[in-house]
């Protein structure tokens, strides 16, 4: 339909959201790892390219941070979505599309398919306004579509406002929160929006009457699926809308040929890819842009974030990795954890309560048992024995400790970085090291042992 050209969009993101009791901002409330307008953005965006405007209020300050590169509209006082949308009109104005699509930002299920679907029908029929609806059984506090008896649409009450005695009986019908807006007809329709209600707010569902008055075309398409547009406003919402969302993550991986046990307690982030023939079990979570790859697994009980998982790599239970790369067949954990700037080179081994924190650990080496690498370069093959550290911080600075190839370090030593253990040394169990070690070279760094015998009492 040519969007990029003919349609531009206006997410609505600046309310408090009071039934969620935080003091941030609705939309920045997280499902599965990232903010709810994370999933409204990523819907929207393909549709209509930088045309995108994002309403923001409450907290501004807070979505400017997470959202750094967005384009954004002030809403200084929230006075409503009618309000909001005036706000943002100018900015639509300017971008010379002839429609606006308006999407509420608390909709994180949104389904772009649907939202294409619904463009490119209502720009097909040249309506000058068209919203999406849904029916439930239980309306509860959405807007309420009003008919009349041949089904044409006659306008949208807020609940707080309906009266059955008034409008009609109520069906079910309500409004999604999505619309569609014809600019050069319903921009002078906005200035005619009024806060005559017991809200005392500006609607936009308002522009609905008054198209239908002045004789416009006002249309309304059912989306099917309720969850492919249901809002989130309270935390029993955000948790009905996360378990929706993790269940249709993992039905989708399960299609492509991923092995997924107890899938009903493994979540996984939206823009995590996991390849077919990776073996997850759950519990476990996977956020952000994990990346885990054919033939690895990953055991239950542990926690992934920004990763990359290689060909035939474990993660035993209990693990925790954080911004860590995983070559091919390498192990970590169980109990491990993996801070940012971890690298395990291929065949790498790291065992049960170890933590790295950029440190690289070279093709086959090992670091089997109670171990803490930080701002260290360990070569191939070598061997850290269990209860060493790398002392990489002086109070001031972080400083680097380099292991050579083969080198092999004894159990619960201390290596005082800066420094160096040259290919193939040896460190006695137990040193302390504070100065560099020469290639083949053993060291052997504390005090002498003395015995002496106990006085009998």
């Not at 003091?23 to 930088?50: I, N, Q, S």
């Not at 501004?60 to 949308?85: C, K, N, S, Y």
């Not at 899938?263 to 956020?287: K, M, Q």
């Not at 291929?346 to 171990?371: D, I, Y």
Request: charged share 20%.
């Amino acid at each position: 339909m040519g969007a990029e050209q003919s349609l531009a969009a206006v997410i609505l993101a600046a309310g408090k959201g009071t039934r969620m009791h935080s003091d941030k901002p609705k939309v920045l409330h997280t499902l599965l790892g990232e903010p709810m307008l994370w999933y409204v953005l990523e819907a929207v965006r393909p549709l209509v390219g930088e045309r995108l405007r994002t309403v923001i209020g409450h907290r501004a300050d807070m979505l400017r941070v997470e959202f750094p590169d967005e384009q954004f509209v002030i809403q200084d006082q929230q006075l409503g979505t009618g309000h909001a949308v005036q706000c943002a009109w100018p900015e639509v104005q300017a971008l010379n599309a002839r429609w606006c699509l308006v999407v509420n930002g608390d909709t994180p299920l949104i389904d772009g398919r649907m939202l294409e679907r619904f463009c490119s029908a209502m720009i097909q029929d040249e309506v000058d306004l068209a919203f999406v609806t849904l029916t439930l059984d239980d309306p509860a506090s959405y807007g309420r579509v009003v008919r009349d008896v041949d089904g044409r649409v006659r306008g949208i009450v807020e609940a707080k406002d309906f009266d059955a005695r008034q409008h009609g009986q109520a069906t079910g019908e309500i409004n999604a929160g999505m619309y569609l807006l014809r600019v050069e007809s319903m921009g002078p329709m906005l200035s005619c929006i009024s806060a005559d209600n017991k809200q005392g707010e500006y609607y936009l569902t308002d522009l609905v009457e008054l198209g239908v008055r002045n004789g416009m075309r006002v249309a309304a398409m059912d989306a099917g699926d309720p969850l492919a547009c249901m809002g989130v406003n309270s935390p029993l919402e955000l948790s009905v809308s996360e378990d929706a969302l993790q269940q249709r993550i993992v039905r989708g991986l399960l299609a492509t040929g991923v092995t997924i046990h107890a899938s009903a307690s493994v979540r996984i982030g939206p823009r995590a890819e996991v390849e077919p023939g990776a073996d997850l079990t759950g519990p476990c979570e996977i956020y952000g842009a994990t990346h885990i790859c054919r033939g690895a697994v990953v055991e239950s009980h542990s926690w992934i974030k920004d990763a990359r998982i290689g060909p035939g790599s474990v993660v035993r239970s209990f693990s925790h990795l954080e911004e860590a790369s995983l070559a091919e067949h390498c192990v970590v954990g169980p109990y491990a954890r993996l801070r940012p700037g971890a690298i395990l080179d291929s065949g790498a081994r790291v065992g049960n309560f170890v933590e790295m924190k950029k440190a690289r650990l070279g093709r086959g080496a090992k670091a089997s048992h109670l171990t803490y690498l930080g701002d260290a370069l360990v070569g191939e093959g070598a061997n850290i024995g269990a209860g060493t550290i790398t002392c990489n911080y002086d109070g001031k600075r972080k400083h680097l400790t380099e292991i050579g190839p083969r080198a092999f370090i004894g159990s619960n030593t201390a290596l005082v970085a800066p420094v160096r253990i040259g290919a193939e040394a040896l460190i006695g169990a137990g040193s302390v090291i504070t100065k560099d070690v020469p290639d083949g070279s053993v060291a052997v760094a504390r005090g002498k042992q003395q015995s002496f015998t106990k006085r009998k009492p």
